[in-house]
């Protein structure tokens, strides 16, 4: 009895190919996408991507040349050249890690022996990577230009203090001390956030839990509201409000305009109890924030409905849409900060509704950016949001008979 | 006429569900599609109704033209579907405010047409309830008030006493008798025969996507060649009594030789019948009527049951 029990749902569940897929394929898929996201593939030489950097440099001497060429022939660092102001706008608005100044001066310092005026400015919100770039930048600069410095400082103060020393004998205690080692004391590399810190700007890690979760939980509540479509079919009002003077359309776009509703009231919402528990700063600038949940939600709930315009059943819808999402805010930087992530990774997660909602409340809370300087990523999400509902619409009138007589 | 059917065929990929029917209706009839599950008749209504387009023939609303003329023919029409197509968490006032509204009735027009349909149906006590708490029978009563509000001239009514009470159908074919006395059109499709005894006027026998016969079931049973008779079971019958009753009146026999079967007109020959036997000194054992119903037409017309 157990056995054909246990053979006619065997039977059922391969009969189903869809189910097979979400079942095998899925999971496999996802595996390869984490795996990819934690850098966890390719050969065990674990070679690191290059950190793209831009240099600013404002010496034009031999010294500040040599610093150029010398880090542009490092493999864990690809130099950008950019003029000052330029670079600052870059880094501010997060599309590269940091900027290395070269200041006036730095030849001169070089040869006096003071500290060198060299500047790292940085994205706070990339903080991995800009502690490797760290770790890589004092090694490098010490052991070109530090070294030099070091040395000449030494022998300033051998002739201050130890008049008539023999040079042998400097050179002795030099070698000694290791000047040439890669601690950075000295070098006086100045490194500074591009983001003033003040008191209305949102803590980092807050805004990444805030803006992450939020729109992942969004896309999950859309589908599921825009699974009440499949519902409807199933107790047969569909079939029922086909019968009345509406257009197909009319309930698509009816459904529509409900999760879009909603989906701005469950933003409105998150953001409200960040800012009532965690402190998150909601007022700092209104307008961008309103603008931005207005596109994220029209985004995520075109999204939505797209899934449900693809699915037949509220079955089928589940499976797909917990796989979709969870594949798309595992990209898009909703799990964990796009910054942890390989290069490749970031690059493929814009093609993410979470990906632009995440940065552009990155935007107006961590990066202190004007309407202005968010409304691309807004008119991203209005784009994908305008692509999915005329996806949806098409889909939708095409499949409507089918979902009525499924 | 009000309905005005020509040539109408449909497919779903390889199988052809209408064929090539054609019926008209008359203002104020019951016309009722009879025929067994998967003959074709919902799908015939869902192309009168607008939602299932035609592949080919022609479909008149009240002389409206279904392709040219849709939003005009939903307004002249009312479906009470299969489904019980409700909100179930929707109270029926609300519900029927809602269906309501999607024919543009007007809000003070409304709230008056459903306090109506509410006590027409029996239920104006119930109307802040959930429909989840309703019974089978009276979700749908609601059902069928839901198709009213815009007050169409034409309802169908598409199997709408499945898995009803025998108290509630009666109820619903009250409520139908009413709406039709009323002056609204009533397409009527079912597969119970003794339904359709009841309610309609005439009726088109569909199957396989055919309409077989249609007409008034008198017309049927012409149609059918089905003839009631009397089937006698006489204790003893003698070859001299035989002979001596067929003279009387002419009859088939069968396997048992003391059973014969007498094609008549039941209600009227009955009793005649019996005195003839007397006369020939038969003794009747048992006596069985054969009546012609839309059973037996059907039957006769397809050669299957109707719930085969």
Redesign the interface.
Known sequence: MILTILKKDLKLFFSDKKAVLLTFLMPILLISLFAFAFGGTGNSSNKTQAIQLLIADLDKSTESTTVVSNLDALDEVRLVPKSLDEAIDLVKKGKYVGVLILNQGLQDSVNRGTTLPMELKYDASRQIEMGMLQSVLMQELMSTIGKKQIKTKMNSYFDENFAGMPQHLKNKIMSDMDVTGSKSSGLGLKMTSVIKEDSKKGNLGLIQAVAGTAIMMLLFSIAGIGGGLLDEKD???L????????KATDILFGKMGAALILAILQLVVMFVFSWLVFGLPIFKDVTALVLMILATAFAVSSFGMFLVAIAKTRQQLQGLSTIVILVMSAVGGSMVPLFVMPAIMQKIAVVSVNYWGIQGFYDIFWRNLSVIDILPKMGVLLGIGLVMSLISVSLFKKNI?KL??A | MMIHVTKLSKSFENIQAVKDISFSIEKGEVFGLLGPNGAGKSTTINMMSTILKSDQGRIYIDGNDLNKNQNDCKHLIGVVPQEISLYEEFTAYDNLMFWGSLYKVPTKVLKQRISDLLELIGLTERQNDLIKTFSGGMKRRINIAAALLHEPKILFLDEPTVGVDPQSRNRIFEIIETLNAKGITIVYTTHYMEEVERLCNRIAIIDNGEIIAQGTQAELQKMSRVKEAVEILFTEISTSQKAQLKELVPFNTNANPNKVSIECDVNKELSKIIEICNACALSIEDLHLKKVNLETIFLNLTGKQLRD
Do not use: E
């Not at chain 1, 079939?239 to 509406?246: A, H, N, T």
């Open positions: 107790a047969g009002t079939k029922r409000l086909l019968y009345s003077p509406l008979l009525i007589y």
